[in-house]
């Protein structure tokens, strides 16, 4: 089972450049989300999305935006880079809603420089 | 306002060096308090779901207790494996979603 994905692992941009993070599971969630993970601070949920065709915002979601057209797929997409932006990405899922257990990629590491 | 704390920020143990890592919170309507571990370059993996105080579960060397006011993860007899980062959360917020604390990084020394 290869559970949550995410791609890239590892991503370098510059200012104003723009880049999608791509995210998958294969264990059926209809709850999936994004967390940006900084040094000294907690996961911070970004935005999130309890089925196909629904998505809602988090606590830290400008600059992002995200879609949910299938139930295996949450991409975040970046629309111009900034360097406050440079963090650590997680996406996750679970199969009972915002509240439940989460299972977490591996995260993709971001710089913008 | 909604809000996890959790201490220490880091704490070091020698093999063997029982001890316990705390959690508190104070959210408008506890609906369950969860315990992850983070290791260096991964994904927190999902250890504990608590749900009302009083609680308690086990896994191995760890034990996760609740109370109205705070969680405790408690590490008997730790090993070098057992170094990570902790990670508390709750969820108690009006959306719904996780709240997350900074986390403890425990260090074992052999």
């Known amino acids: 089972n290869a559970g949550v994905t995410q791609t890239p692992k590892f991503q370098v941009l510059k200012t104003g450049q723009s880049m999608t993070l791509q995210c998958a599971q294969d264990?059926?969630?209809?709850?999936m989300s994004w967390y940006r993970q900084d040094p000294g601070m907690g996961l911070r949920l970004i935005h999130y999305?309890?089925?196909?065709?629904?998505?809602d915002q988090g606590e830290v979601p400008n600059g992002y935006n995200v879609s949910r057209s299938t139930t295996e797929d949450f991409p975040l997409r970046l629309l111009s880079a900034a360097p406050s932006q440079t963090s650590v990405y997680f996406c996750?899922?679970?199969?009972?809603?915002?509240?439940?257990?989460?299972?977490f990629g591996e995260g993709s590491r971001l710089t913008v420089l | 306002e909604d809000q996890v704390t959790q201490s220490p920020e880091a704490l070091r143990l020698q093999e063997g060096e029982s001890s316990s890592l705390n959690c508190s919170y104070t959210?408008?309507?506890?609906?369950?308090l969860f315990w992850y571990r983070q290791d260096p370059g991964k994904g927190p993996e999902f250890l504990f779901t608590?749900?009302?105080a009083g609680e308690e579960k086990e896994k191995e060397r760890l034990k996760a207790t609740l109370t109205k006011k705070e969680s405790f993860l408690h590490i008997t007899a730790p090993k070098p494996e057992d170094s990570a980062t902790y990670l508390c959360?709750?969820?108690?917020?009006?959306?719904?979603?996780?709240?997350f604390g900074k986390g403890t990084k425990l260090s074992v020394k052999p």
């Open positions: 996750a899922s679970n199969t009972g809603g915002p509240g439940g257990e989460l299972f």
């Open positions: 264990m059926n969630h209809e709850y």
């Open positions: 999305s309890v089925g196909a065709g629904i998505t």
């Open positions: 959210v408008s309507g506890l609906r369950g």
């Open positions: 608590l749900y009302s």
């Open positions: 959360a709750v969820d108690g917020g009006s959306q719904g979603n996780l709240i």
